[in-house]
């Protein structure tokens, strides 16, 4: 019974969560002309059953260096699409300068979001822009701070009630190892740090019940 | 071209794993581990425990089934009903529909402690409650599911009915996940058309419990197939409505699920208590189990 409970609790974390999906896809350009395929997993911190951990969301995605500056990717974020929901993703990474020693480097990263449930075909479209800034620490390791924003362009939800936030703003910390051909990452959010947490089904960990820590880890193979 | 073909497999690995999850059938948190109901003597936890002086003797304790149709088949439901059977013809009866957890023998101190509504229950309170255990949920057969909800407390109704009840005399509560059946059945009555509505901390809808964890406006349907929808089915209703929230309900926001429910009532005779320092569990008991009774009492009294 426990067991089935602990589950239970699982799966509608996991659902409700979708949304807080990833890490920063692409916080610098890829060399022109490769491609980079990756897997991430993470997400929000929270308790089940007095047990801490970061929700196992997951996507898939795949970029490619298409100029020096420019690199344009794709995702599909794989818990959702268990659940019956087909999360796509598009976007990319603009660098908008390079780091010079301690002066970072400055990317735009605007990705759309797009969602609907093969049950009702319901659809929604996010925006989502994400800033980082990064330093490059050595053998092409870069340590990286920025925002992520969502954008909710409804202005009601359920039963006409206002939807208080339409920008859903997260502040992240990260640190990107380069193994050879690999990029391997790992992040940590501070979800919608403006959104208080308590009195919800879900047992987010966020500072003073407000916003949700999140914990990210990403493994990416360039070619 | 071998690297494509890896991703290709990978993709379809994926896809034939779509659709795999849905909500609905995780969302009941039914015990049907259970030999026997044991009522006083479960010892495992419930949400407050009661003063000796709210005990019923077993002479107003009756256990029984009833048949409940879903899909063609008809399942046996347990129920229990407090008060003198003899004086259904008489009495007001309370159709009390519990919440998601377990089964009956969690729910039975709420079940006494309305049972105790005018006095220690001694057969001429004039009130008797009656609590079912919904398909799947303690001895009850079947799996839980909305439209067993329905049938189940639609079949509760039938066998008040048959006993001698009439709509005049009937309260239909519904606590938590409850309120899905009390406020269906009132908004559209089946078996018996009940004569006041007394729902504690209700729920909006499914859609409601999604957006409030993700902060957008997210669509029910990415989550769950659930067409529970207590802010829509309480339009309906017009009969004289009591709601009771905790202001402190950790699972059911207040704000979010209760006040919205309250607010789209569609009838013009209601009363919202809204009990400071109540959760979503303990709101008989922080309230005070004598200002719950007299509350509720006094409403049922002057409509």
């Known amino acids: ?223 | 071209m071998k690297k494509v073909y890896i991703l290709i497999t990978c993709f379809a690995m994926i896809l034939i794993f779509t659709n795999c999850f849905r909500l609905d059938d995780f969302l009941y948190n039914e015990d049907n581990t259970i030999k026997s109901y044991k009522l006083d003597n479960y010892k495992g936890d419930v949400d407050f425990k009661l003063a000796a002086s709210y005990d019923i003797s077993s002479t107003y304790i009756s256990q029984f089934t009833l048949q409940s149709r879903f899909e063609g088949k008809t399942k046996k439901i347990y129920a229990v009903y407090i008060g003198d059977k003899t004086k259904i013809t008489t009495d007001t009866v309370i159709l009390y529909c519990h919440g998601n957890k377990d089964h009956m023998d969690f729910y039975w101190p709420r079940a006494k402690l309305l049972a105790n509504m005018n006095g220690p229950m001694d057969g001429t309170t004039g009130y008797g409650v009656l609590m079912i255990d919904y398909q799947g949920y303690g001895l009850s057969q079947g799996t839980p599911n909305e439209e067993a909800l329905y049938n189940d407390v639609n079949a509760a109704m039938k066998w008040l009915k048959s006993q001698g009840l009439t709509n005049n005399r009937l309260i239909m509560y519904g606590f938590s996940m409850g309120t899905a059946p009390a406020t269906e059945l009132t908004a559209n009555p089946k078996a018996m058309n009940p004569r006041i509505l007394i729902l504690e901390a209700p729920f909006a809808s499914a859609e409601v419990m999604v957006q409030d964890s993700s902060v957008l406006a997210l669509p029910g349907s990415f989550f769950t197939n659930l067409k529970i929808d207590n802010a829509k089915e309480i339009r309906k209703v017009t009969q004289p409505f009591l709601w009771l929230h905790g202001k402190k309900d950790d699972f059911l926001r207040i704000s979010t699920h209760g006040e919205v429910v309250y607010k789209n009532y569609g009838g013009n005779s209601s009363l919202a208590i809204r009990v400071a320092g109540a959760g979503h569990s303990n709101l008989p008991e922080v309230f005070g189990f004598q200002n719950y009774l007299t509350t509720i009492e006094n409403f049922i009294l002057s409509n």
């Open chain 1, 1 to 223: 019974m426990a067991k089935r409970k602990l589950n239970c609790l699982l799966l509608i974390v996991i659902s409700l969560s979708l949304v807080h999906c990833s890490t920063s896809r692409l916080t610098k350009p890829i060399p022109k002309g490769k491609f980079r395929a990756g897997l991430d997993i993470g997400g929000p911190i929270v308790t089940i059953s007095d047990t801490i951990f970061p929700l196992p969301l997951s996507s898939l995605s795949l970029a490619y260096g298409l100029q020096e500056k420019i690199s344009i990717s794709g995702a599909l974020h794989t818990t959702a699409l268990l659940f019956g929901v087909v999360q796509l993703e598009i976007g990319g990474v603009y660098e908008v300068f390079k780091p010079k020693k301690f002066i970072p480097g400055f990317s735009v990263s605007p990705y759309l979001h797009l969602m609907f449930d093969t049950w009702e075909t319901n659809v929604k479209l996010y925006p989502e822009v994400d800033l980082n800034f990064y330093w490059d620490i050595k053998n092409g390791d870069i340590v990286y701070i920025g925002l992520t924003n969502w954008i909710e362009f409804a202005t009601r939800k359920a039963h006409g009630q206002s939807q208080d936030q339409n920008l859903i703003w997260s502040p992240h910390v990260g640190y990107t190892f380069t193994p050879a051909m690999w990029q391997l990452s790992l992040e940590m959010k501070y979800l919608s740090p403006g959104v208080k947490n308590s009195n919800l089904i879900v047992n987010y960990h966020g500072i003073n019940e407000y916003g949700a820590l999140g914990l990210y880890l990403s493994a990416a193979r360039l070619f």
